[in-house]
């Protein structure tokens, strides 16, 4: 079943200001430590900086009563994960604009809109009332054994790319960021699979059981139910990774998602092509798989990645959410 579609654009008269504006703004964020608040505090803006997730839900619950007509998100991709997760309880179906301030370590959500990596308020509220906006549905995690809040993100991975996702953090600290921390991660997680022992960890991969959507749609015949050891996997809706990674082949809207079997067959010489976004049949028959479905149902032993946070493992629904209106330049 396709998800409900997103509401029209809001518009504004022309010199006009967008209505009310709530402002998240997290004061850990890379470009916002040790920073003085640049924000110029205006009537129309209320601004927020929330320490814990129940101030995070507060602060939103208020936004959604005073009928806001723009959220502001200024951090990285953990802090848009944070507040879109936590934003569902209070907005539910009826979502203001969003734009995104992009200060975070990783901005891949940035990325994908091509927002400047400087963007400002002032612009990004001029570009709100000029309408502009792009539609991206987030990711829905849900667990399926246990009540928990549903989770909303733009890029889930289990297997390697939880170890791989650990590496990116120590390259944080080392001062690599955005783009260059996913490669730096991507080929440490290579390295380690190519040069380690052949029975070490990454080879072997984890237990991921997958069960897709009747509207699945796999490249080149891909087996889309199996129980199975698997080295990595990745899902998100995002059209444009950073570096010009393409993982999931070309450029398209939708939930995608890609499944390496364990151990990678070929991965020295199948790795560039995947990443560059190859769609031949051999990368298939080396057991890279490629598979597009509004929804699928997975099963963990090892837990999995959501924008950079761990969670346990067990047994999900993952899906596409509702399109959200994104304001871009």
């Keep these: 079943m396709a998800p409900p579609r997103a509401e029209p654009a809001r518009t504004y008269r022309r010199g006009a200001t967008p209505g009310l504006v709530g402002l998240i703004r997290n004061p850990r964020s890379r470009r916002n430590i040790g920073a003085a608040n640049a924000l110029v505090y205006r009537h129309n803006v209320i601004v927020e900086a929330p320490e814990t997730r129940e101030a995070l839900r507060d602060a939103l619950e208020v936004f959604a009563a005073r009928g806001i007509d723009l959220l502001v998100i200024d951090g990285g991709d953990g802090t848009i994960r944070d507040v879109l997760t936590c934003a569902g309880d209070s907005f539910r179906d009826q979502w203001p604009d969003i734009a995104i301030l992009p200060t975070g370590k990783t901005n891949a959500l940035a990325i994908d809109l091509d927002l400047p990596a400087d963007w400002t308020l002032d612009e990004a509220m001029e570009a709100a009332v000029r309408g502009r906006t792009i539609a991206r549905s987030p990711v829905e995690i849900v667990d399926r054994a246990v009540a928990r809040p549903r989770v909303r993100g733009f890029l889930f991975g ?62 080149h015949g891909a087996q889309t139910t199996s129980d199975m050891a698997r080295y990595m996997m990745l899902a998100s809706t995002l059209e444009r990774l950073p570096v010009g990674l393409k993982p999931f082949g070309r450029m398209r809207p939708g939930l995608k998602s890609l499944v390496v079997d364990a151990p990678p067959r070929g991965l020295a010489s199948s790795v560039p092509f995947l990443l560059a976004g190859h769609e031949g049949a051999w990368l298939e028959a080396r057991g890279y798989h490629r598979i597009d479905a509004s929804a699928f149902d997975v099963d963990l032993d090892a837990g999995f990645i959501l924008d950079g946070e761990i969670f346990p493992g067990g047994q999900y629904r993952v899906s596409q959410g509702l399109p959200l209106r994104f304001v871009v330049p």
């Design 158 to 219: 289990a297997g390697g790319f939880v170890d791989a996702t650990q590496l990116a953090q120590h390259t944080h600290k080392a001062g690599a960021f955005n783009g260059l921390a996913v490669g730096l991660a991507l080929a440490g997680a290579i390295g380690s699979t190519l040069f380690g022992r052949a029975d070490n960890r990454w080879r072997r991969g984890s237990r991921i059981a997958l069960r897709y959507s009747a509207d699945a749609r796999p490249m």
